[in-house]
C-alpha cells in the first residue's frame, strides 16, 4: 500500500472527511514520528507497535560494481518493532 492508497482509503472510510484532510492527516502522523525519531525519542503506538533508532557500528563493506572493500560509517537507522496485537493478526491472516 501507498501514502496515495491509505490517503483514499481514510477518505472513503471516514464521511465528512475530504481526501485532502486525511492527505494533511497522514502527513502530520508521518511528521511527527520522523520528528520524534530525529530528536532521539521513540513512539508507542500500542496494540500497533514502537518506532525506536538504533545505532550501527562502523562496518567493512564492498562495492558491488568493483569489489574494493570500503569502510561504511556508523550510522543511527529508524526501527520498527511490531505490537503483540498487530503480530497476532498477522499471523492469523496467513
Known amino acids: 500500500m501507498t501514502k496515495s492508497e491509505l490517503v483514499d ?3 472513503e472510510k471516514q464521511e465528512g472527511i475530504t481526501r485532502r484532510e486525511a492527505e494533511v492527516v497522514v502527513n502530520t502522523i508521518f ?4 520528528d520524534a525519531l530525529s530528536d532521539g525519542g521513540h513512539v508507542e503506538l500500542r496494540g500497533f507497535g514502537s518506532f525506536t533508532t538504533k545505532e550501527r557500528n562502523e562496518r567493512l563493506g ?14 543511527v537507522v529508524p526501527h520498527f518493532k511490531p505490537g503483540k496485537d498487530l503480530r497476532e493478526r498477522v499471523d492469523r491472516a496467513l
Open 9 to 11: 482509503i481514510i477518505a
Open 31 to 34: 511528521s511527527v514520528i520522523g
Open 62 to 75: 564492498r562495492n558491488p560494481k568493483t569489489g574494493e572493500s570500503v569502510m561504511v560509517p556508523a550510522k
